[in-house]
T-cell receptor, first 113, second 114 residues
Framework: EPEVTQTPSHQVTQMGQEVILRCVPI?????FYWYRQILGQKVEFLVS????????KSEIFDDQFSVERPDGSNFTLKIRSTKLEDSAMYFC???????????FGQGTRLTVV | GDSVTQMEGPVTLSEEAFLTINCTYT??????LFWYVQYPGEGLQLLLK?????DKGSNKGFEATYRKETTSFHLEKGSVQVSDSAVYFC?????????????FGKGITLSVRP
């Protein structure tokens, strides 16, 4: 069965460093998302991406964040200068159309020290 | 804005016990409602959904009914199994289409003892 794959499963980084979280969505999907969950809190929407551009972003998704689909298969989330409060589980999701099920990856746990 | 509230956890049950996990929501209009499940080491998976009032979503023995009058979407299962141990998330989208980003609750961890 097709699945969304995220790498790495766990990333530890020092405060102020740049990190790139990687996702491989299901190959024929057109809509892509990043969500995050800070430990003990809700899963929060970060950004959606369609037709090679951001279609919506939340207040969390400030200038420190960026997304890219560099090669038609990967979908990346970059945090330019990580802060302690960026420590969270980050989930990637994709869907074929806006009216079909969203498939999620297993998540990347980011720990900023 | 839209929000989803889930009962506090964790929940621990014995096998074959009855399960209820409460979920209430706040949203304008007529949202679609979902339950997602995350098994250990895996991603979020759609468990069931309901797209309009009084719809009942069901899958793998789990059920949830869209109650607009009480703005609720409680998850139930008559007899849980050890394999149901997972984290359960209630979620909504404003409506299908229109980008359809998901708004999630905090999630609740269910542990089922043999």
């Amino acid at each position: 069965e097709p699945e969304v794959t995220q790498t790495p499963s766990h990333q530890v980084t020092q405060m102020g460093q740049e990190v790139i979280l990687r996702c491989v969505p299901i190959s024929n999907h057109l809509y892509f998302y990043w969500y995050r969950q800070i430990l003990g809190q809700k899963v929060e929407f970060l950004v959606s991406f369609y037709n090679n551009e951001i279609s919506e972003k939340s207040e969390i998704f400030d200038d420190q964040f960026s997304v890219e689909r560099p090669d038609g298969s990967n979908f990346t989330l970059k945090i330019r200068s990580t802060k302690l409060e960026d420590s969270a589980m980050y989930f990637c999701a994709s869907r074929y159309t806006m009216n079909t099920e969203a498939f999620f990856g297993q998540g990347t746990r980011l720990t900023v020290v | 804005g839209d929000s989803v509230t889930q009962m506090e956890g964790p929940v621990t049950l014995s096998e074959e016990a009855f399960l209820t996990i409460n979920c209430t929501y706040t949203a304008t209009g007529y949202p679609s409602l979902f339950w997602y499940v995350q098994y250990p080491g895996e991603g979020l998976q759609l468990l069931l959904k309901a797209t309009k009032a009084d719809d009942k979503g069901s899958n793998k023995g789990f059920e949830a009914t869209y109650r607009k009058e009480t703005t609720s979407f409680h998850l139930e299962k008559g007899s849980v199994q050890v394999s149901d141990s997972a984290v359960y998330f209630c979620a909504l989208t404003p409506r299908l289409g229109a980008n359809s980003k998901l708004t999630f609750g905090k999630g609740i961890t269910l542990s089922v003892r043999p």
